[in-house]
């Protein structure tokens, strides 16, 4: 099975950057995520790493050490819509099988 | 249509009733999922369906049965629910190749309440 955890809540400020830790035990990895959701809105894809090292996909970047079970997601030039929670997931080695942890809310202060 | 559309968007229903949740997708994906997310708690792996046959079942009570008609649809029945059993319940789906190959892609969610 998974153990999947990360903060529960994190506040910043417009323009600033925030890192939310993840860090997660598995029988088996291949490969993980992070989704953002607004409240009472789907999850949609943010990143994935599947290899050490840094993803970056314009304010958003993500980071994997597959031998420590640690990803970080760094958000940069905070925005007010980046408001949300973020979670956090990990793929096992059955390729169709996604486990999400619990989640960080982020909030975003003027 | 990258979509994943899911209706219906509310369902409120007795615990003697029988009710479907409904999912569908244009996007050829094969492996299609029913998750189950409580407030402020992350989503729940319930069913994925690949090619149309289940291939993973998470000790679901049988008051849930899915059901995947084609590669397009994918139903959630319904039947003597309980209150607890109230609920968002997402569906999403897979793509079957690079790049798309390892990310779901989320329906808006059925958000059922059982009285």
């Known amino acids: 099975g998974q153990n999947i955890d990360q903060p529960t809540e994190m506040t910043a400020t417009e323009g600033a950057i925030v890192q939310i830790n993840c860090t997660y035990q598995?029988?088996?990895?291949?490969?993980l995520f992070w989704y953002q959701q607004h409240a009472g809105e789907a999850p949609t894809f943010l990143s994935y790493?599947?290899?050490?090292g840094l993803e970056e996909k314009g304010r958003f970047s993500s980071f994997l050490s597959r031998s420590k079970g640690y990803s970080y997601l760094l958000l940069k030039e905070l925005q007010m819509k980046d408001s949300a929670s973020y979670l956090c997931?990990?793929?096992?080695?059955?390729?169709?099988?996604?486990?999400f942890g619990a989640g960080t809310t982020v909030t975003v202060r003027a | 249509d990258t979509e994943v559309t899911q209706t219906p968007k509310h369902l409120v229903m007795g615990m003697t009733n029988k009710k479907s949740l409904k999912c569908e997708q244009h996007?050829?994906?094969?492996?299609m999922y029913w998750y189950k997310q409580k407030a402020k708690k992350p989503p729940e792996l319930m069913f994925v369906?690949?090619?149309?046959?289940?291939?993973i079942n998470e000790s679901v009570p049988s008051r849930f049965s899915p059901e995947c008609p084609n590669s397009s649809l994918l139903n959630l029945h319904l039947h003597a629910l309980q209150p607890e059993d109230s609920a968002l319940y997402l569906c999403?789906?897979?793509?079957?190749?690079?790049?798309?190959?390892?990310?779901?892609?989320f329906g808006a969610g059925s958000r059922l309440t059982v009285l």
């Open positions: 999403a789906s897979k793509g079957n190749s690079e790049p798309g190959a390892n990310v779901l892609t």
């Open positions: 598995t029988s088996g990895f291949n490969g």
């Open positions: 790493n599947v290899l050490d």
């Open positions: 997931a990990v793929r096992d080695r059955n390729d169709y099988k996604l486990s």
């Open positions: 996007m050829g994906h094969r492996a």
């Open positions: 369906y690949s090619y149309e046959k289940l291939s």
